[in-house]
């Protein structure tokens, strides 16, 4: 049974277009995140929902849009495809508590390649 | 915004070596976590700390939550050709937004059989 899974796992795009990558969650958890992997491997992170509310907005062109329709679903439809979105995006997600911390569960990543 | 240090930022080792990475902060965080990226997949959760001073293993692989609640360490003991991957620690700073953890860079380990 996977726990955090998205789709598609790859997805290779032309510049100007616009494309969706969903994920889903079976854990319970109540907070969804999408961070992105650049070529250097770093995670910095887009968006968060709680409960279907939007927590977390990093400064994101507004060009990427997420949805949660229900705490086990959090979607990225991005318009406009550019170059530079080309990377590895991450859902994950988490049930934690102040005291407890955040310990993330992640999806297995969808390799974005904007040509 | 905060960030980690996280060092070293690739370590090449023979089978068997032991191996050692850090994070440090200048703020104080209430988590740390250690994840590993294999290749192609996510990272996966090996570690979370919640105290100051804890010290945590998980098979031959032990991490400490430093007592200045600024950095903490990830040791990998006799290490073998599965622990290759990227190794990630991840914190929670006091004044957190919304579980917003803050990774650092990544220590990528190669091991030589």
């Known amino acids: 049974d996977t726990a955090v899974s998205q789709t598609p796992k790859y997805l290779v795009t032309q510049m100007g277009n616009d494309k969706s990558i969903k994920c889903e969650q079976n854990l319970g958890h109540d907070t969804m995140y999408w961070y992105k992997q650049d070529s250097k491997k770093f995670l910095k992170i887009m968006f968060s929902?709680?409960?279907?509310?939007?927590?977390i907005n990093e400064t994101v062109p507004n060009r990427f849009s997420p949805k949660s329709p229900d705490k086990a679903h959090l979607n990225l439809h991005i318009n406009s495809l550019e170059l530079g979105d080309s990377a590895v995006y991450f859902c994950?997600?988490?049930?934690?508590?102040?005291?407890?911390?955040?310990?993330?569960?992640f999806g297995s990543g969808t390799r974005l390649t904007v040509v | 915004g905060q960030q980690l240090n996280q060092s070293p930022q690739s370590m090449f080792i023979q089978e068997g070596e032991d191996v050692s990475m850090n994070c440090t902060s200048s703020s104080i965080f209430n988590t740390w976590l250690w994840y590993k990226q294999d290749p192609g997949e996510g990272p996966v959760l090996l570690i979370a700390l919640y105290k100051a001073g804890e010290l945590t293993s998980n098979g031959r692989l032990t991490a400490q939550f430093g007592i200045t609640r600024k950095d903490s360490f990830l040791n990998i003991s006799a290490s073998i050709p599965s622990d290759v991957g990227i190794y990630f620690c991840a914190g929670l700073p006091v004044y957190n937004q919304g579980g917003k953890l803050i990774f650092g860079q990544g220590t990528e380990l190669s091991v030589k059989p």
């Open positions: 994950a997600s988490s049930q934690g508590s102040r005291t407890r911390g955040y310990g993330y569960t």
């Open positions: 929902y709680n409960n279907k509310e939007l927590i």
